[in-house]
């Protein structure tokens, strides 16, 4: 079982390998050669990872998989769109059956200014939301894996926070004397 610092330097090796890309290749329009990014961002995730460790491209079903002999320390899917469902149940499968220590699967969004990540840890799912700029967080939601669409499910629920901000006091009037 992976330790949280395990965890911590792992998700970090992915946000520096995804920080270089984009600042290598975030001008090149072209994320949906997909083998072609694959084996970009595989090069460049090796740099941040001990030599002894393995990193394949479409292996196992994923689109990047770090290996340590037989522990999988991440394994990555990705899409220049936004995940099908399809896709994310790929992804969730895959960290349930295998237990790597992360599974991450994201979306490049290149009109947008930042990639959405779907982040499996244990019984957990996090949705994310990573500048691609420099590469600032901000968590989206929390959920129980399997229960993401149950709304109690959620610990963090933009859609509830912006519906309260929205809503003014509504206003009594002027007070009459009697």
Known sequence: MASSIE???????????????????????????KSTQSHRIAMIMSRFFPASYSIDIDIQGTDILVKNGDLIPLSVFWSSTYLTKAEKDKAQKFH?????????????????????????????????????????EM?????????EDQEDQLMLDIKKIKKRKKKTPKSKGPETEA
Request: charged share 35%; with cysteine; aromatic share 16%.
């Open 7 to 33: 965890k911590i330097e792992v998700f970090s090796s992915f946000r520096d390998t995804m920080l270089e890309y984009f600042s290598k290749y975030g001008d090149d329009n072209d994320h949906r050669k």
């Open 96 to 136: 349930t059956n295998e237990k790597p220590t992360l599974t991450l699967a994201f979306s490049m969004l290149e009109d947008k200014d930042y990639i959405l990540v779907y982040r499996f840890e244990k019984e957990y799912l996090e949705y994310l939301h990573i500048n691609k700029t420099d590469f600032s």
């Open 139 to 147: 968590l989206l939601k929390r959920c129980i894996i399997g229960k």
